[in-house]
């Protein structure tokens, strides 16, 4: 979800009025396939090569020079010149708007605003950028030389912009009428620059993307490619960005599972149109499904699924996109009818009677992550066991879910969604089922005899496997090791996984309001992920292990009471991440951090002490640095979501969104409760969890934002609604202190109380000091309860202190018998450790 969320901004362009209108061409392809394979790999125009001086091509923070070199523009394509070609002496500069970006930049290139020389420059573009250049260029002498040396390195960067450009170019195709028709580019700019001294990197100017400059490197470390985001973000005065033209209502999936890898589909999508126009909308769709045939209401529609891995931003991580070109511009509010025919090796066989299936996020054709409505039919071996999102309907009398085909051979089952949900997947295995209840909802629960191949040995050494687990997380394969008897077995677990789960549904929905669905299945699922569905959860092997189990495995303490919290994490998910959903890449911590907060919840309900532990584990991994010596808090806020996994940090969004994300919400949590009874002191503190403003806050979000997504701000919009006085920052009744110190911030302070006096007037006692924020920013604001310690050990909270940079005076009142002050004992907030 989170990728492509960034990734696929392009694929709705707004209508939106720049210049530039497509002209009709006698020389364009007329076909679909010749178009964008003369994009993909489009040459150098030996006609057209320059001597170039003092050039230079502007854009919102974003200046790039040519002072003095050679340049020689692509061939054209349909009438227009869409590349460059570059060698000489550059330079390009590039301002970050905010602190977090240029730390970011900083991070990555040692310089928080880019200003680096380049040798040469590999540029494409849609709009008049070669229009500009011509005033600064006059012919050049060496021309052949120069297309010797580097046309293949253009034709190798030509194919990096594919897709994007197909979505403007079939603008110029035949249409159905025998014309051409007409379009507005939304004006893209993508430069390959080889710098001096930071090597080659690219920078992205594109208003189709909700943030239309970002910078970034391709990084080897270790053995693994990197895509590092150095900067990405919105100028200031960018236009909103477009918006989403198309979604999808309706899926209709009728698919049949060959184990051990194949999976052959046909899928039936409603696609609702709103502004109309486009020639070309793109589907997420696994490269290793090979689509065969798309029909737009009955009738065959060209397609390009893409073979090559496009270039551009976090869509390099894994382009699994189609292509779809309609015979004419879609109409305003225009309803499509689309059927897909497709088929691949998705699936792999990770033990006996588990099946793995690589890629299973798009298997089947989707964009955006509009909640629609699904009803999927899945055809399968007799012997296998398919749980998939949606309620079981039997199409005939007899089993539920699950009939005989017609042939007898195989089995057949039907799901369908109870409400639009965002995704649907399914797994499928030789599964031991068990069943436990949480009110009304059915919680069910499918384990295998064994484990994987891969499954470590019992003395082998484990990292703790809470790790990404969203369905949109792409998975990967596990290297196989040698199993060493006996094996554990997620089958004899699965009943008390069923209880825990159903467990954890019964907390939850009094805290943050009903269970959306009628049911629960969780099934297990090969390697260290899990992955929490609508209704479905993909549940790692290890988290199905008995405590005996684990023990053979040797998991550290923390790291298997984290280990226990997975299935709980999930569960979790199904409110937070499936039923809510995030805004866009920058909003996905909510879901990750609110997950897991609410795992840890349900932990210190059974063992506070472990629940002390589990926090402070994170605050000193967040307090750690990496081998070379690198702050992990320097790798940006929890806002910067994806991008927080770099070269330096190969496990950075773990690290941040799910542990300062946690941290966050329960800073939040214990802020409001104790702010609110600071101001009522006579009632005192809540009784219940779901009393608390915090939790009020969350049914509030649960009600207001089922089936929508949420961002970060609307997000407290909803706390603020509960904000008690003590935490109105210069009497305003806002939470965007905490959003600028803590959620876009990377702070750890230290705190202290210094020049501490006890005053006695009247019979009463009243207690001064300063608070004392260090390590910190100048600017940052935190949220202090201060307690005094009383005779006899005991503490009494005298009241919430809002510390405003790095010294702030208080005053408050006492009990006569205090004697000394202490800042946050409860470690409510993330601070340095005493
Ligand atoms: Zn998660």
Same mark, same amino acid.
């Given at each position: 979800m989170k990728r492509q969320t960034i990734a696929l901004a392009c694929c709705f362009l707004a209508a939106a009025a720049y210049a530039h209108a497509a002209e009709p061409s006698p020389?364009?392809?007329?076909t679909t396939s010749a178009l964008y394979a003369r994009i993909h790999s489009i040459g150098l125009d030996p006609q057209r090569v320059y001597h170039v001086r003092g050039a230079t091509i502007d854009r919102p923070n974003l200046h790039i020079d040519f002072d003095d070199g050679t340049l020689a523009f692509t061939e054209d394509i349909c009438g227009r010149t869409t590349g460059a070609f570059f060698d000489g002496e550059g330079e390009v500069r590039l301002r970050p708007p905010n602190r977090a970006e240029r730390g970011s930049l900083a991070l990555f290139t040692g310089m928080a605003i880019l200003e680096e020389q380049f040798s040469t420059g590999y540029l494409r573009f849609n709009d008049d950028t070669a229009a500009v250049l011509q005033p600064f260029l006059t012919p050049a002498e060496d021309a052949a030389e120069f297309i010797k040396q580097w046309n293949d390195t253009s034709l190798a960067l030509a194919g990096f912009d594919g897709l994007r450009l197909l979505l403007d170019f079939s603008h110029f195709l035949p249409t159905s009428a025998g014309n051409e028709s007409a379009r507005n580019f939304q004006p893209l700019l993508h430069a390959h620059l080889l710098g001096k001294m930071l090597g080659g990197f690219e920078v992205v100017w594109d208003p189709a993307n909700a943030e239309p400059l970002w910078a970034g490197q391709p990084r080897m470390k270790d053995g693994n490619l990197f895509f590092d985001i150095w900067t990405s973000f919105a100028p200031a005065g960018s236009a909103a960005p477009p918006v989403v033209d198309a979604s999808i209502t309706n899926f209709r999936i009728r698919a049949s599972v060959e184990p051990p890898t194949r999976l052959r589909a046909s899928t039936d999508v409603n696609v609702h149109i709103l502004s109309g126009g486009e020639r070309t909308l793109l589907f997420e769709l696994s490269r290793y499904l090979k689509v065969e045939a798309i029909e737009s209401d009955g009738r065959p529609v060209d397609f390009i699924q893409n073979p090559a891995i496009e270039g551009s931003e976090l869509r390099r991580k894994g382009n699994d996109l189609v292509a779809v070109v309609f015979p004419a511009p879609l109409a305003p509010r225009q309803e499509l009818k689309l059927h897909f025919r497709y088929a691949g090796d998705v699936l792999s066989e990770a033990g006996k009677g588990l099946l793995y299936v690589g890629e299973r996020g798009t298997w089947y054709p989707n964009f955006g992550l509009s909640p629609a409505q699904f009803d999927i039919e899945f055809h399968y071996p007799q012997d296998w066991t398919l749980v998939a999102t949606g309620k079981p309907t039997s199409r005939a009398v007899g089993e539920v879910g699950e009939t005989n085909a017609d042939d007898g051979t195989d089995k057949v089952s039907r799901w369908v969604s109870e409400r639009p949900i965002p995704v649907a997947g399914f797994n499928l295995g030789k599964y031991v089922r068990a069943e436990a209840r949480a009110g009304n909802v059915v919680v069910e629960a499918y384990g295998t005899k064994g484990v994987e191949k891969s499954f470590p040995k019992a003395q082998d050494e484990v990292v703790s496997p809470i790790l990404p687990s969203n369905p949109r997380q792409r998975l990967s394969p596990i290297d196989p090791v040698v199993v060493s008897p006996p094996p554990p077995s997620p089958a004899r677990d699965a009943q008390a996984v069923a209880d825990r789960a159903a467990l954890a549904i019964t907390s939850f929905s009094q805290w943050?309001?009903?269970?959306?669905?009628?049911s629960l299945a969780l099934t297990q699922m090969p390697g260290l992920m899990s992955q929490g569905w609508p209704g479905l959860v993909f549940l790692s092997s290890f988290a199905f292990l008995s405590p005996h189990e684990q023990a053979d495995l040797h998991l550290g303490a923390v790291a298997r009471e984290i280990d226990n919290q997975v299935l709980v994490h999930e569960t979790a998910h199904q409110w937070w991440g499936d039923l809510v959903l995030w805004n866009n890449y920058r909003d996905q911590w909510i879901s990750e951090g609110l997950a897991n907060y609410a795992s840890l919840l349900m932990l210190e309900q059974q063992n506070p002490v472990q629940f002390r532990q589990v926090l402070d584990k994170y605050r000193s991994d967040l307090l750690s640095k990496n081998n070379e010596g690198e702050?992990?808090?320097?790798?940006? !806020?929890?806002?910067?979501g994806q991008r927080l996994d770099s070269s330096h940090f190969p496990n950075g969004y773990d690290e941040i969104s799910y542990e300062r994300g946690t941290w966050l919400f329960h800073m939040l949590r214990t802020m409001l409760r104790d702010a609110e009874a600071a101001t009522h002191s006579q009632k005192?503190? !809540?009784?219940?969890?779901?009393?608390?403003p915090f939790f009020r806050g969350l049914r509030k979000i649960r009600e207001r934002y089922a089936g929508k997504s949420i961002s970060t701000q609307e997000l407290l919009r909803v706390f603020e609604e509960e904000l008690p006085r003590p935490l109105w920052y210069e009497n305003h009744h806002k939470l965007d202190w905490f959003l600028k110190s803590w959620i876009e911030g990377t702070a750890i302070p230290r705190l202290e109380a210094h020049e501490v006096h006890f005053n006695e007037k009247n019979g009463v006692t009243t207690v001064t000091g300063v608070i004392v924020q260090k390590d910190a920013p100048n600017d940052l604001v935190t949220a202090v309860p201060v307690y005094a310690a009383m005779p006899g050990n005991t503490l009494t909270f005298l009241g919430e202190v809002l510390a405003d940079g790095q010294e702030t005076a208080f005053h408050l009142p006492a009990p006569h018998a205090a004697r000394k002050i202490l800042l946050d004992p409860r470690q409510t907030i993330l601070t340095k450790a005493k």
């Amino acid at each position: 979800m989170k990728r492509q969320t960034i990734a696929l901004a392009c694929c709705f362009l707004a209508a939106a009025a720049y210049a530039h209108a497509a002209e009709p061409s006698p020389q364009c392809p007329q076909t679909t396939s010749a178009l964008y394979a003369r994009i993909h790999s489009i040459g150098l125009d030996p006609q057209r090569v320059y001597h170039v001086r003092g050039a230079t091509i502007d854009r919102p923070n974003l200046h790039i020079d040519f002072d003095d070199g050679t340049l020689a523009f692509t061939e054209d394509i349909c009438g227009r010149t869409t590349g460059a070609f570059f060698d000489g002496e550059g330079e390009v500069r590039l301002r970050p708007p905010n602190r977090a970006e240029r730390g970011s930049l900083a991070l990555f290139t040692g310089m928080a605003i880019l200003e680096e020389q380049f040798s040469t420059g590999y540029l494409r573009f849609n709009d008049d950028t070669a229009a500009v250049l011509q005033p600064f260029l006059t012919p050049a002498e060496d021309a052949a030389e120069f297309i010797k040396q580097w046309n293949d390195t253009s034709l190798a960067l030509a194919g990096f912009d594919g897709l994007r450009l197909l979505l403007d170019f079939s603008h110029f195709l035949p249409t159905s009428a025998g014309n051409e028709s007409a379009r507005n580019f939304q004006p893209l700019l993508h430069a390959h620059l080889l710098g001096k001294m930071l090597g080659g990197f690219e920078v992205v100017w594109d208003p189709a993307n909700a943030e239309p400059l970002w910078a970034g490197q391709p990084r080897m470390k270790d053995g693994n490619l990197f895509f590092d985001i150095w900067t990405s973000f919105a100028p200031a005065g960018s236009a909103a960005p477009p918006v989403v033209d198309a979604s999808i209502t309706n899926f209709r999936i009728r698919a049949s599972v060959e184990p051990p890898t194949r999976l052959r589909a046909s899928t039936d999508v409603n696609v609702h149109i709103l502004s109309g126009g486009e020639r070309t909308l793109l589907f997420e769709l696994s490269r290793y499904l090979k689509v065969e045939a798309i029909e737009s209401d009955g009738r065959p529609v060209d397609f390009i699924q893409n073979p090559a891995i496009e270039g551009s931003e976090l869509r390099r991580k894994g382009n699994d996109l189609v292509a779809v070109v309609f015979p004419a511009p879609l109409a305003p509010r225009q309803e499509l009818k689309l059927h897909f025919r497709y088929a691949g090796d998705v699936l792999s066989e990770a033990g006996k009677g588990l099946l793995y299936v690589g890629e299973r996020g798009t298997w089947y054709p989707n964009f955006g992550l509009s909640p629609a409505q699904f009803d999927i039919e899945f055809h399968y071996p007799q012997d296998w066991t398919l749980v998939a999102t949606g309620k079981p309907t039997s199409r005939a009398v007899g089993e539920v879910g699950e009939t005989n085909a017609d042939d007898g051979t195989d089995k057949v089952s039907r799901w369908v969604s109870e409400r639009p949900i965002p995704v649907a997947g399914f797994n499928l295995g030789k599964y031991v089922r068990a069943e436990a209840r949480a009110g009304n909802v059915v919680v069910e629960a499918y384990g295998t005899k064994g484990v994987e191949k891969s499954f470590p040995k019992a003395q082998d050494e484990v990292v703790s496997p809470i790790l990404p687990s969203n369905p949109r997380q792409r998975l990967s394969p596990i290297d196989p090791v040698v199993v060493s008897p006996p094996p554990p077995s997620p089958a004899r677990d699965a009943q008390a996984v069923a209880d825990r789960a159903a467990l954890a549904i019964t907390s939850f929905s009094q805290w943050f309001g009903p269970y959306p669905y009628d049911s629960l299945a969780l099934t297990q699922m090969p390697g260290l992920m899990s992955q929490g569905w609508p209704g479905l959860v993909f549940l790692s092997s290890f988290a199905f292990l008995s405590p005996h189990e684990q023990a053979d495995l040797h998991l550290g303490a923390v790291a298997r009471e984290i280990d226990n919290q997975v299935l709980v994490h999930e569960t979790a998910h199904q409110w937070w991440g499936d039923l809510v959903l995030w805004n866009n890449y920058r909003d996905q911590w909510i879901s990750e951090g609110l997950a897991n907060y609410a795992s840890l919840l349900m932990l210190e309900q059974q063992n506070p002490v472990q629940f002390r532990q589990v926090l402070d584990k994170y605050r000193s991994d967040l307090l750690s640095k990496n081998n070379e010596g690198e702050w992990l808090r320097d790798a940006g !806020p929890v806002t910067f979501g994806q991008r927080l996994d770099s070269s330096h940090f190969p496990n950075g969004y773990d690290e941040i969104s799910y542990e300062r994300g946690t941290w966050l919400f329960h800073m939040l949590r214990t802020m409001l409760r104790d702010a609110e009874a600071a101001t009522h002191s006579q009632k005192g503190r !809540p009784h219940s969890l779901s009393e608390e403003p915090f939790f009020r806050g969350l049914r509030k979000i649960r009600e207001r934002y089922a089936g929508k997504s949420i961002s970060t701000q609307e997000l407290l919009r909803v706390f603020e609604e509960e904000l008690p006085r003590p935490l109105w920052y210069e009497n305003h009744h806002k939470l965007d202190w905490f959003l600028k110190s803590w959620i876009e911030g990377t702070a750890i302070p230290r705190l202290e109380a210094h020049e501490v006096h006890f005053n006695e007037k009247n019979g009463v006692t009243t207690v001064t000091g300063v608070i004392v924020q260090k390590d910190a920013p100048n600017d940052l604001v935190t949220a202090v309860p201060v307690y005094a310690a009383m005779p006899g050990n005991t503490l009494t909270f005298l009241g919430e202190v809002l510390a405003d940079g790095q010294e702030t005076a208080f005053h408050l009142p006492a009990p006569h018998a205090a004697r000394k002050i202490l800042l946050d004992p409860r470690q409510t907030i993330l601070t340095k450790a005493k």
